[in-house]
């Protein structure tokens, strides 16, 4: 790649922000008037930086978009040695330009959701931090550097989804995230140990050119833990059990995680890693399978939730499902994956800052029971958040319709069994999705209010707790304004002449256009069909029949959805009871024998001391007689030895 100034700079593109959080963490309380305010110029020179190579990329020839830039030795031991260093290319653009907009946009709406936060420069700390971390994991060259970055940002959303930790819930919320994410982290580091063991490498360039030589075995159990490492920061089956619980964070941290960071680092991963999965189609096929499962496992979690964060987040695991889906297709899919994580970006931060904005507005009140006709109170919110809620359907234009429909055309593609389950699953969870986030909407906007304005005249509410809804101040909606034009237009403008697709064809390659099993005009007509029956069914259901503010009973479904299809039964059935009684016999088994043989010799050796002890008289008397002692049984050993 020739001289290009602007991308020689990129690592300050991490010194910004990680430089802000510690200057905020070190300054304590001395930076809390201004602290917020340096928090946001720290993510935005990041986005501005990012936005400027970009522009010096797309001066480029495709094939001169790669950058690798050295910084320093950073593990000469023995046979491994690495070098700490940045890769900038298309692939990694892509996600700091996610990262550092969306981050920046979030940082300034915390500035006015978090105003009367006593803590809310500490919390400005934590979010650079988050920013920092990630722009670590994707911009390494390396496996051992992007493990970094991966590692920070499990402690940033640790910090953060604990940052009210005051009430347990919310720590334990904390912890559940960082032990489940620790889990995909073995699978990480045992993927690097394969690396190491069959290439003697961990740095991407050295990895890739060895895989197409690498024994088939070794690729398949590489890919396998790297699905699984995927699994723990993506919230994938069967570790997704952490993402509902996440919401006990901030607004803003939830919108930062669900959107720009945490759970886009397993997609990222496996498309980084294309070469070895290339390799290893068992892992592929795995990834795939993982995807399909929790798409529909995190849609038919979202349909009975009441709590409008966790309906959000259940919709966060689903979609994250269908870029998973498309990256375990292989070539065909992985461009589509990376595009609708773009997309899904920009609307689901739109909607979770529309969240935020509805709590701000109703007193913190989080249950979509409890809302209802709240357009007339939040015109601003309620058209930002529409904007997000038609994207997340797929209803042309908006941007949803042109990422995920790409992935359900590819997951309809091939041979065998796989088009003939992957692309119906697809297809299902499109139109469960807009069941259900049509039952956000509804519930929250549109019907009849379930909340008492404080009205003498309105009788019929005196039983409905009071509440003001207003509009938020002009920081929250701003960028939610920004967010949702994002939602409207970034996917028709990416998806003209395949824009996308060819951008992340230096990291992708290129591929030849296939045809689905179903003609791509049918699957179009039915996607839009099937979303508008889910829509449909649920406008009759939220917004034209009345909604009972005490949830009905339901189905058995229904009962087993509301409490996340028992997955936190299964995990403490299966892992953490076992994992108890486990360590409840080491426990014991350290007590009675280990400590038990050490108290034991110790006993001893005070019995022998004190007996010895006492022999100590300072008679002459009494040591001569011991000497005579010793000397006969000395005798009498030595004789009986003869005998």
């Known amino acids: 790649m020739q001289d290009t100034p602007l991308t020689n700079l990129a690592w300050l593109l991490i010194a910004i922000p990680l430089a802000s959080a ?291 987040a259940a919709s966060t695991m689903s979609q994250i499902g269908y870029m998973v889906l498309a990256a375990g297709l292989g070539p065909i899919g992985y461009a589509f994956a990376i595009f609708h994580l773009v997309t899904h970006g920009f609307f689901k931060a739109g909607m979770f800052l529309g969240a935020g904005s509805v709590m701000h507005g109703m007193g913190d009140e989080v249950n979509m029971r409890r809302f209802g006709a709240l357009r007339r109170s939040m015109q601003i919110t309620w058209i930002t958040f529409g904007a997000g809620w038609l994207a997340i359907l797929g209803i042309p234009p908006f941007s949803g319709f042109w990422s995920k429909d790409k992935i359900i055309e590819a997951a309809f593609v091939g041979e065998g069994w796989q088009p003939w389950v992957f692309g119906p699953i697809a297809l299902l969870g499109a139109g469960i999705t807009a069941f259900y986030m049509s039952r956000l909407f509804f519930m929250t906007f549109h019907g009849k209010a379930r909340w008492n304005d404080g009205d003498s005249a309105n009788g019929d509410d005196s039983d409905l707790p009071v509440k003001h809804p207003h509009e938020s101040p002009a920081l929250m909606t701003v960028p939610m304004i920004i967010l949702a034009v994002g939602s409207v237009a970034l996917g028709g403008l990416l998806a003209i002449g395949d824009t996308f697709t060819h951008w992340l064809e230096p990291v992708t390659g290129h591929v030849e256009h296939h045809d689905p099993v179903i003609a791509i005009p049918v699957l179009i007509a039915a996607t839009i069909a099937i979303v508008l029956a889910g829509a449909f069914i649920a406008w009759r259901q939220y917004a034209v029949s009345a909604v009972p503010v005490t949830p009905p009973e339901g189905s058995v479904l229904t009962r087993a959805a509301r409490v996340d299809l028992y997955q936190d039964a299964v995990n403490e059935a299966v892992f953490a009871t076992p994992g108890a009684r486990v360590t409840e016999v080491l426990t014991e088994a350290d007590t009675t024998v280990v400590d038990g043989a050490a108290r034991g010799l110790g006993s001893g050796a005070v019995g022998l001391g004190t007996w010895w002890g006492r022999l100590q008289t300072g008679f002459v008397r009494s040591y001569a007689s011991i000497m005579v002692v010793g000397v006969v049984l000395a005798v009498v050993v030595v004789l009986a030895t003869r005998v």
Request: glycine share 10%.
């Open 22 to 312: 510690a200057v905020l963490l070190v300054g304590g309380r001395r930076t809390n008037a201004w602290g917020h305010w340096l928090g946001v110029v720290a993510a935005a020179a990041a986005a501005l930086l990012g936005i400027g190579i970009l522009i010096e990329m797309l001066g480029l020839p495709e094939t001169e978009r790669i950058h690798d830039i050295h910084l320093f030795s950073w593990i000469p031991a023995g046979d491994l040695s690495v070098d700490a260093g940045l890769l900038v290319d298309p692939l990694s653009m892509t996600f700091v330009l996610l990262i550092t907009f969306v981050g920046a946009l979030i940082h300034v709406y915390s500035v006015a959701y978090m105003e009367h936060d006593e803590n809310r420069r500490r919390f400005f700390a934590y979010l650079n931090l988050f920013v920092a971390a990630m722009l670590v994991l994707v911009l390494a060259d390396s496996y051992a550097l992007l493990f970094v970055g991966w590692e920070g940002v499990g402690l940033a959303s640790y910090l953060l989804i604990g940052f009210w930790n005051q009430r347990t819930e919310y720590a334990v919320a904390a912890k559940k995230a960082f032990v489940m994410n620790r889990v995909g982290d073995m699978g990480m580091l045992i993927a690097m140990m394969l690396m190491f063991a069959s290439i003697g490498a961990v740095d991407f360039e050295t990895v890739f050119a060895a895989a197409e030589g690498t024994n088939e075995g070794i690729l398949t159990a590489t890919g396998l833990m790297l699905v699984l490492a995927a699994c723990g920061k993506s919230a994938q089956f069967p570790l997704q059990a952490w993402l509902g619980d996440a919401m006990a964070g901030p607004t803003p941290v939830s919108a930062l995680i669900h959107a720009a960071t945490m759970v886009t680092a397993g997609v990222y991963l496996i498309v980084r890693s294309a070469p070895v999965f290339e390799g290893a189609p068992t892992a592929q096929l795995v990834a795939a399978i993982i995807g399909a499962i929790t798409l529909l496992f995190g849609a038919i979690v979202g349909c009975a939730k009441d709590d409008i964060k966790k309906t959000l």
